[in-house]
């Protein structure tokens, strides 16, 4: 079974509605990351958290938001979906700040 | 700000050629490297990394990297490209003490049989 898992995988949506992406693990770690993957653009930190009480913005939190359910849970809010946030969205988890991010498989979201 | 440029965004080679990525990146502090590559659908994966220690670092699949502190570079290497080596390779650094991983904008590689 796969380490980190995201649901739903490909996602559609219309402009204003809300979208909720998860990520699960059972990795046991500690520190979770939401990221965005545009072409061209690499990787942009979204969220990360470093534990349950621990939340911080990334580069581009804007439009977006997080809840940290447990350690292996951290979910992405898009509250009002908007064009520009098609893209495909990338969880990751890491033992330690330094140390390797392993990702999950990653949801593709459009928004039309 | 700590940023990392890959200024390969597309190569193509034929099999069996060598292969050299470029990766430099802006921090002057303690880093730690790291090599993803993500094949045509699927997740990023980690190839190799450096945190300390023997600057040459040798990967999964052939590939190594050797980081270069004086040049801020990390460069990957394949001396012997493979068909199945088509795909999309990040560099990425984390500096100590700012938790963050910054990633390069990616280069894609084409390998044609």
């Known amino acids: 079974d796969a380490d980190v898992t995201q649901t739903p995988r490909n996602r559609i949506t219309k402009t204003g509605k809300r979208i909720m992406l998860e990520c699960s693990q059972t990795k046991g770690h500690d520190r979770m990351y939401w990221y965005r993957q545009d072409p061209g653009l690499g990787l942009q930190l979204i969220y990360y958290s470093f534990d349950v009480k621990d939340i911080n913005k990334g580069e581009i939190s804007d439009g977006y938001s997080v809840s940290r359910q447990a350690q292996a849970k951290f979910s992405l809010s898009l509250e009002s979906a908007i064009p520009n946030q098609t893209a495909l969205y990338f969880c990751?988890?890491?033992?330690?700040?330094?140390?390797?991010?392993?990702f999950g498989p990653g949801t593709r979201l459009t928004v039309l | 700000a700590q940023s990392v440029s890959q200024h390969n965004h597309h190569v193509i080679l034929s099999e069996a050629a060598s292969l050299e990525l470029g990766c430099n990146y802006s921090?002057?502090?303690?880093?730690?490297l790291f090599w993803y590559v993500q094949y045509p659908g699927q997740h990023l994966q980690l190839l190799l990394k450096?945190?300390?220690?023997?600057?040459l670092v040798k990967g999964i699949k052939g590939f190594e990297a050797e980081f270069i502190k004086s040049k801020f570079s990390f460069n990957l290497r394949k001396p012997s490209v493979q068909w199945s080596d088509t795909a999309e390779y990040f560099c990425?650094?984390?500096?100590?003490?700012?938790?963050?991983?910054?990633f390069g904008t990616g280069t894609r590689l084409q390998v044609f049989p």
């Open positions: 990751a988890t890491s033992a330690i700040a330094e140390d390797t991010q392993y």
């Open positions: 990425a650094v984390n500096a100590y003490n700012t938790d963050k991983l910054i």
């Open positions: 450096y945190f300390s220690g023997d600057p």
């Open positions: 921090y002057g502090g303690t880093v730690n």
